[in-house]
Structure formats: C-alpha cells, structure tokens
C-alpha cells in the first residue's frame, strides 16, 4: 500500500463529559499519533486531551459578553476562529463532532476563506444533534443545509443514519463509523479502589454512567436497583456526568443510601472500570452509547435497553442483555440472572471484551475515518495544491 500524506486537521467538539467529545479527543490524539497535525477548535480544552503531545494543538474561542446580546452567541466567533486557524496552519480539513452549531460554523468559516485556503468539511452525527434536534424546526433546515455542504457525513450508528434520513430529510451519503474507546492505563490498583468504593470482598458492583439526563432513565435503575439489593450485596457506582442531587428524594424513599456510590465528573473512569462487574443503562434512546462499550473494554458485560444503535454494540444474549425501554421489572430480572450465576458474568464479560477489540477498536476505527478524509481531500482542487504534508 503507498503511504499517504499525513494530514492538517481542525477538530471541534463539546470539551465536557459527553461522548461526542470523548470520542472526539481520542479521535484526535490518535490521529496525532499515526503522524497527523490536528488542532482543537474550541471554547475549552476537551478535558481528557493530554497537554504537550506531538502535534496536538488547542486554539481557544473566546467569547465576549456583549450586553446588547440577550444570548450569548459561540457561533460566529467559532467560525471565525476555525477560518483563522484553517489557513494560518493550512489545515486540509475541519472534521466537527455532533452537527449543532459545529458544522453551520465550519462551512461558514470555510465561505469566509479564498478558494485556496478553504478545508474540506467532514460532519459527524452523535446522537441528540439529529434526534432531538434534527426534529425541530427551529434547528432542522440548519442542520439539513450543513450535512448538504459538507464534504463528508458519517454517523455513530446505522441507527443514526437512519434518523438522519427520516429526521433530517438529509438524503446525502453517510458513512457509519462507530465509535471506539481506548482505555488508557489505570491509576491505581483494583484493591485500592475498592477500598475507596468501601466494598466489602462480596460485593457485586453494578456500574453505570451518563451525564443523567432525563432520556437516560436513572430513576429506572434506581427502581431496580431497590427490587435487587435484598438478593445479595449489591452495590450500584454512579458516574455522573452532573449532578446528582435530582435523585436524592427517590434514594432516600427507596432506601437505597447503602447501595449507592456517586462519583461526579471524574477523569479516571478507567480506575473505577476496572472495579464494575456489570453496567447498567436504561435510556429511552442512545445513538450508540460509549459508556457501554467502555466497560466491555474491561470485560464488564451490561444489561440495557434494545434502543438505537445500542443492538449494534451489544450482542443480546453473548455479550450482555438487552431489554425493552421503560420496564424496571425486566431491567432486574435481567440483573438478578448476572448476580445470581457470576459465571454468565464471567463468560459475557470476556466476550464482550473481545467484541470491543474486534469491531471497535481505535486499530479498527481510526482507518476508516483517515479512509474518509483521504476520499474528501482527493475531490477536485485546489486541495493539495500544496501537496507534501505539514511542514
Ligand atoms: O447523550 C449523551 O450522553 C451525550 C451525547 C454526546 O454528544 O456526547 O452522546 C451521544 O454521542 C455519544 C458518542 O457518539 C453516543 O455514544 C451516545 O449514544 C449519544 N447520545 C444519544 O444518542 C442520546
């Protein structure tokens, strides 16, 4: 096979805990790693983007607090950054992460510049920016014209490419490339964390995180969680990806207070991963849903509901088990058949970390994402009219 070109490329992502810019960051010290430039454009650093590595750079948006404003707008001043950046580093592509307003500001910055200058365009869908917000017309006809001009779409999901077509009457070509995860080495060891879990020898730990929002059903796993904890010793670790205080009132009226751990925004997931025994997710819809296959990657199989793209990851049955949406009771008998037989926990486990190695790796991913920026940058001029790689 010819070696490439390595590539300039701007990325944008939400930098808080989310999966889009979970994966985005990964994306990016990958790409970095295989050779490439790659410039976050963002109003943050995304929080677990390493500082000082090769060839990974963060240009900051800075917004003003206009008093004629009545809502702050991160739109335009993003734009012009990514059209700054695009050509003081000649980037070749702007690769943005969940379509709102990443990818209307891409293709504006992307107008702004001279024909010379001008990257190519690749948008990627995640999850909310095309089923809930692709559905409202307030956002729709935006979101429908940015997939139209960008050179490239590609989903999470076969799921999401299918609501893209349905929600967003984008009729254009989407590549579907899942996600990946790539667990970096843990911190400290297992028994360390499970003493700081206070978990007793017994202990079986059910392990679920999200950012909580309402789709994300917590108040289901807390229901189950309450028919399950008089079984045996279960414990339920929360990794919250925001407050936790909502729920208080339904911990304290279900009794659960001793079976419940919260962590809040942690960066150290792997530490506590590598602790779970089952993870548990109950959204009413998930594009993919990244939390699961974090686990999977440390042998943790999950028991979630058949939504979305979460089929695609989940191989009902072998590497965990899936269960209609909104039902708590077979959400826990789910659960009881993994705590009562830890060896189905054990087989399960062990498939689905093979499973993530196989299908959703960043080896796996990482080429099909360079195969959809080499198929962009090779359409027509004036791309590689500098032709050479960085320099
Ligand atoms: O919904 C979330 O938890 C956050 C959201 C995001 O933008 O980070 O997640 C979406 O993108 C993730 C990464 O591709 C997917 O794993 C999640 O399934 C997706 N969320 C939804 O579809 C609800």
């Known amino acids: 096979m010819t070696a490439r070109a390595p590539l300039r490329i701007g990325i944008t992502c939400y930098p808080s805990v989310g999966g889009s810019g979970i994966l985005a960051s990964a994306l990016g010290e990958e790409l970095a790693q295989r050779g490439h430039e790659v410039h976050f454009i963002g109003y943050e650093r995304p929080f677990r983007l390493p500082i000082g590595a090769p060839r990974l750079h963060f240009h900051p948006v800075v917004i003003n607090d206009y008093e004629l404003f009545k809502y702050p707008d991160y739109t335009l001043p993003l734009s012009v950054k990514m059209a700054e950046v695009s050509q003081a580093h000649r980037l070749d592509l702007l690769h943005v992460h969940y379509a709102v307003p990443h990818a209307t500001a891409a293709i504006l910055a992307r107008s702004m510049l001279p024909p010379e200058s001008r990257p190519r365009v690749v948008t990627t869908l995640h999850g909310t920016d095309t089923t809930l917000l692709g559905r409202d017309p307030g956002y729709g006809p935006a979101i429908r014209h940015a997939l139209d001009c960008s050179d490239a779409v590609t989903a999470v999901s076969a799921f999401l490419k299918g609501e893209g077509e349905r929600l967003i009457g984008f009729k254009g070509q989407v590549d579907v490339v899942h996600n990946f995860f790539a667990p970096r080495p843990t911190q400290r060891s297992l028994e360390e964390v499970r003493r700081e879990l206070g978990l007793n020898p017994d202990d ?3 392990f679920h995180s999200s950012n909580l ?3 994300k059903r917590v108040d289901l ?35 659960l207070e001793n079976h419940l751990i919260v962590r809040e925004n942690v960066n150290a997931i792997e530490d506590y991963l590598q602790a779970a025994d089952l993870g548990v997710f109950a959204s009413e819809t998930e594009s993919f849903c990244l939390s699961i296959l974090e686990a999977m990657c ?19 049955g072998t590497t965990g088990i899936l269960c209609p949406p ?26 689905a970390r093979v499973r993530a190695k196989e299908f959703f790796s960043p080896e796996v991913i990482v080429p099909q994402y360079e195969a959809v920026y080499y198929r962009v940058c090779s359409l027509g ?11």
């Open 381 to 391: 001029q004036p791309f590689r009219s500098r032709m050479g790689g960085p320099g």
């Open 204 to 206: 079986f730990l059910l």
């Open 326 to 351: 909104g039902d708590a009771h077979a959400l826990t008998a789910s659960l009881l058949r993994f705590i009562e037989d830890r060896s189905l926990r054990l087989e399960m486990g062990a498939a």
């Open 213 to 215: 929002r309402p789709l």
């Open 221 to 255: 796993i807390l229901e189950a969680l309450s028919l399950v904890k008089t079984a045996i010793q279960v414990k339920l670790l929360v990794m919250a990806g925001g407050s936790f205080a909502p729920f208080a009132e339904q911990v304290r009226r279900l009794g």
């Open 298 to 316: 440390f042998g943790c199989p999950s028991v979630a509901t058949r939504v979305g793209g979460i089929p695609e990851l989940v191989k009902d």
